[in-house]
């Protein structure tokens, strides 16, 4: 399969063309870990996760690297707001992080290097740089010297006027251009700080991500991915600071950027009131985790994204039609490989998910059909080929392709009670004995109470059953 991607370097869509094809190194942008993930944290996580599932699936071998920024300014802020020592926020965040992320279904990196276990590497870094002339030392600080490389800006696609107007309001009395950046600076006693050559201090966000990468995918890797509102200055910075201390032509061959998110039609912001995280998603039920990931594929990674509640709860009632087809008892069937190949073609041009997700949805219609009968003519139209595939083959199909978009990995009977629920279940008792005992006026007030929390009792041959509305 010959993998397409837009290349943000470029501006344009390039074959992937591998340094190694027996060894993909792939670098992500993770989290500064002082606060719960938002929404738009989600993003690139999902998106990201599907693409190295798919180098998986297509490469031998493939390292992803995504990092954990736990020294930062924000959170030095919120360690003196709060009073809880900066360990204590860094290490829960950082917990929080991981137990949102999987119950997205995100599979955890290769590697997940911590800014604070590099910084000998970061202090390496600026020493090369200022050897090299691209970087100098000034009341504590060591700065990068925007003008000694001359393709500063290529990233971005920003002139050299539009980056003065952005830097003016960062003009310091060490620095010798209002353009230059911060790879190192001062700590004062409160506040973390590492012995370096420049006196006690603490790097920059941008060197952080140079020296993991560096550190665990080499001085040139195959793709670097993260959120659009990165590429300049901290992505621009990156490739300034890696290109000019290893002396390479590059830093990553391909830059990918996700777009952003919007909630309800606006940005996300505090003030604004539509401030989400990924925990208030969650909070809506079993199903929330799954059906948000469905949203975040089903728009295009480059595209920005609208999430709405009402957004939401179609893609619940996509993944319930899925789980519904899931749950009939289906023969063992072969798995064809072409009805597979088909959902994830359009994952290699350029990671289109929103296509793989409708031809998924095209496989679970020919499950139904080959099931309860019904025209295949709508989906023939789509299709390679007339596909009539016996009872159990979409079906198989759909599960497979499924995993590489990390979607369908829930038993579709918990999915359909949405998720266990003692609670639940004592009721149902409840009812039950109510019943044997003719007691019908109790039993339909537990029935109605069920209903009132959107919980629906089903009676059949094997027992009660139940649903949720
Ligand atoms: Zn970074």
Request: charged share 25%; proline share 6%; glycine share 8%.
């Amino acid at each position: 399969m010959q993998l397409r991607f837009h290349n943000s370097l470029t501006r344009r869509a390039e074959d992937f063309r591998p340094i190694d094809p027996a060894h993909i190194r792939m670098y992500v942008c993770g989290p500064t870990v002082y606060d719960l993930a938002h929404l738009g944290n989600a993003r690139p996580v999902v998106v990201f996760d599907v693409l190295a599932r798919l180098l998986r699936r297509v490469f031998p071998h493939v390292t992803y690297a995504r990092n954990i920024t736990d020294v930062d300014d924000k959170i030095n802020a919120r360690a003196r707001e709060s009073g809880e020592p900066i360990g204590a926020i860094t290490a829960r965040t950082t917990a929080d992080f991981h137990a949102d992320m999987r119950a997205l279904n995100a599979l955890d990196p290769d590697v997940e290097p911590t800014a604070t276990g590099h910084i000998p590497e970061m202090i390496a870094l600026c020493e090369k740089l200022i050897a090299r002339g691209h970087a100098y030392a000034a009341e504590g600080h060591v700065l990068f010297s925007v003008g000694s490389f001359p393709e500063y800006g290529k990233l971005s696609g920003r002139s050299p006027e539009d980056l003065l107007a952005g830097a003016r309001i960062d003009v310091a009395p060490y620095k010798r251009d209002a353009g230059d950046f911060v790879l190192w600076k001062p700590s004062d006693t409160e506040t973390p700080g590492w012995d370096s050559p420049w006196g006690r201090g603490r790097p920059g966000w941008h060197i952080e991500c140079s020296a993991m990468s560096w550190k665990h995918l080499g001085e040139v890797f195959d793709i670097h991915g993260g959120g659009h509102d990165l590429i300049f200055p901290h992505h621009e910075n990156e490739v300034a600071q890696s290109v000019c201390a290893h002396g390479t032509q590059t830093m990553a061959r391909y830059w990918l950027h996700n777009g952003m998110l919007l909630v309800d039609g606006e940005k996300m912001s505090k003030s604004l009131g539509n401030f989400l995280t990924v925990r208030d998603i969650l909070a809506r039920g079993p199903w929330a985790g799954e059906a948000f990931r469905y949203l975040l594929l089903r728009t295009h990674y480059r595209s920005s994204l609208d999430y709405s509640a009402a957004a939401l709860d179609e893609c619940k009632a996509e993944l319930d039609d899925f789980y519904a087809m899931l749950a009939r008892p289906a023969p063992e069937a072969r798995t064809p490989r072409a009805m597979v190949d088909w959902v994830l073609e359009p994952l290699g041009d350029d990671l289109n998910t929103p296509l793989a997700l409708a031809r998924l949805r095209d496989l679970r219609t020919l499950e139904n059909i080959a099931n309860v009968g019904g025209s295949p003519a709508a989906v023939h139209a789509r299709t390679p080929e007339a596909w009539h595939p016996v009872p159990g083959e979409a079906r198989a199909a759909v599960l497979e392709a499924a995993q590489v978009l990390g979607l369908l990995w829930q038993d579709p009977a918990a999915w359909r009670q949405g998720g266990g629920d003692a609670d639940v279940d004592a009721a149902i008792a409840a009812r039950l004995a109510a019943r044997a005992a003719k007691n019908w006026a109790e039993a339909d007030r537990i029935r109605d109470a069920l209903k009132a929390q959107d919980i629906i009792l089903e009676d059949g041959p094997q027992g009660t059953t139940w649903r949720r509305a």
